[in-house]
């Protein structure tokens, strides 16, 4: 039993068939929540299929055919919300199914919310509108245009296409390099009944991840595991470890021109820390000096001091132990920028770290953690990355270890930190 705050506690309750179920119990919310977590290897093949298949899925089920019926069924259950989608953490790719409603203690007498809220996930998940032994032909070309649509339309926001061009380019002969919701190009081919079978193999074969999270009856939980059980799974797939650790041969640089107002710069660096590493909590304060908020090197020295930068940061990627430092800089001030992000970097790894820079990273990281426990999905998020890569970290825990990091741990993870790729966007 894990203790994630004075409020919640997480246990694993059930392992079966490849499914592991866990319980987030907390009586601090209002609303129970219901969590369901395909997790694949990411890779090109299987990405535009993994982000067609919830999309295919939340359009309707066998007792609500359509989106609408669903909606409609919503809104009987008190306003429950539902949704589904992917993610990527790292190199897995993970296919998500949320449902959130009330707690059954505010919704009146001989109503159990959470079982009708399983039964709906769970139907829909199960039992999907399909017609000739595939999903309806007109639905798969309509979510394969909004999918398409959705790919093409990430160039809106330049920072952050910024940062994910950054980082394709540095993995781009890694998994991590294939973009969450997959390429456009490999979208045109995908035909219902390869959807279909896509989807049977992800129902049979890929890991499950469950959380259930809120104030629940032990009874309910039992009948929630007892119909998990009876999904018809097979042989489970074995998922592949992210590979954190890498030399770096050569600095790559990437020049991508686009009608923008300002560049965006974009360091690419291994940290060559794993997350679950006893040292990733001396990476984590490392980043937030460098780059995580208005006290940190990169904002005083690039934006305030040299008013070089509309913005200017450095953020992990703790699952596949990469960072990245990421800007929006006049054009001309490119190579002067990449000389000032480089020195505040050896400054730290000779370990000329100032009492204030040192202390207000601890008290940032410490806040960011307690945040985390205001928002039931936050919880989930947070102990979903803990399951993958197999650390026992709870919020107080993990705040401990980041008060114990000394300058000495920080300058240990400045030093394996080596520069990959620089990406440069501009008109």
């Known amino acids: 039993m894990v203790s994630a705050s004075v409020n919640e506690q997480l246990s694993k309750i059930a392992a079966f068939n490849g499914i592991e179920v866990f319980w987030i119990k907390s009586r601090k919310f209002k609303t129970n929540s219901i969590n369901i977590f395909f997790c694949d290897n990411l890779c090109r093949e299987n990405a535009a ?14 007792s609500h055919p359509t989106f609408g019926d669903i909606a409609l069924y919503l809104e009987e259950l008190y306003g429950a919300s539902f949704d589904c989608g992917v993610s990527k953490k790292g190199e897995y790719h993970i296919v998500q199914f949320y449902i959130d409603h009330i707690n059954d203690k ?19 998940i199960n039992e999907p509108v399909a017609e000739d032994g595939a999903f309806k032909k007109d639905y798969v070309e309509q979510e394969k245009e909004n999918l398409r649509r959705l790919i093409e339309s990430r160039v809106n926001d330049k920072a952050q296409y910024a940062v994910e061009r950054c980082y394709e380019v540095m993995c781009g002969d890694e998994p991590f390099g294939v973009y969450e919701y997959g390429a456009a190009e490999d979208i045109s081919a995908i035909s219902p009944e390869d959807l279909f079978k896509h989807y049977g193999y992800m129902l049979e074969s890929l890991p499950m991840l469950v959380f259930i999270a809120g104030d629940i009856e032990d009874d309910k939980v039992n009948s929630a595991i007892k119909k998990l059980s009876a999904i018809e799974r097979k042989s489970i797939k074995k998922l592949d470890a992210a590979i954190c650790k890498k030399e770096v041969e050569s600095i790559r640089n990437e020049v991508e021109h686009m009608s923008v107002n300002q560049g965006k710069l974009c360091l690419g660096f291994r940290t060559n820390t794993d997350p679950g590493d006893k040292d990733y909590c001396s990476l984590l304060v490392y980043n937030t000096i460098l780059g995580g908020g208005v006290h940190s090197k990169l904002f005083q020295n690039i934006r305030e001091k040299e008013s070089m930068a509309y913005y200017a940061y450095s953020r992990l990627e703790k699952f596949k132990g990469l960072m990245v430092v990421s800007s929006g800089i006049e054009s001309s001030n490119k ?68 008060k114990a990091v000394t300058r000495e741990d920080i300058v240990r993870a400045a030093e394996r930190i080596k520069l990959d790729t620089i990406y440069f966007l501009t008109a």
């Open 49 to 62: 299929k993994n982000a067609l298949v919830p999309a295919l899925l939340r359009r309707g089920c066998a």
């Open 106 to 124: 505010f919704a009146g007498d001989n109503i159990s919310l959470f079982e009708k809220c399983m039964d709906l996930l769970l139907e829909i």
């Open 335 to 402: 190579d002067k920028v990449i000389d000032i992000v480089l020195k505040q970097m050896e400054d730290m790894k000779a370990g000329r770290i100032s009492d204030y820079e040192y202390d207000s990273s601890i008290n940032t990281i410490e806040t960011g953690v307690k945040s985390l426990a205001d928002s039931q999905l936050s919880i989930v998020d947070f102990f979903l990355g803990q399951t993958l890569i197999k650390a026992e970290d709870d919020f107080e825990s993990l705040i401990q270890k980041v």
